[in-house]
């Protein structure tokens, strides 16, 4: 499957997207690495649990989520993209 985003295209991030509420399974975020905390990921939510969400890649075969670092904490969660300019 192709990547989701391409190198130079730009997101516009809610940041304020989960103060009032957790994520929603099929939301698409911007989150902390867990173990990197310098790079940050976009990723769509599958579900939440608890204080805690999984992530996963649109690109399965080629991506860095929940399979390979567990469940990310609500609060590694940066905000909400909603909307992509190529």
């Not at 890649?57 to 469940?71: K, V």
Request: proline share 9%; net charge neutral.
């Amino acid at each position: 499957m192709l990547p989701l985003l391409h190198p130079g295209e730009e997101v516009l991030v809610n940041t304020y997207a989960y103060r009032a509420g957790p994520p929603q399974a099929g939301d698409l975020v911007v989150a902390q690495h867990p173990t990197q905390p310098g790079l940050r990921l976009i990723k769509w939510v599958v579900y939440v649990d608890g204080q805690a969400c999984f992530l996963r890649g649109i690109n399965e075969t080629a991506s860095t989520d929940s399979r390979a670092f567990g469940l990310l904490p609500h609060t590694a969660l940066l905000g909400q993209v909603v909307c992509r300019f190529p």
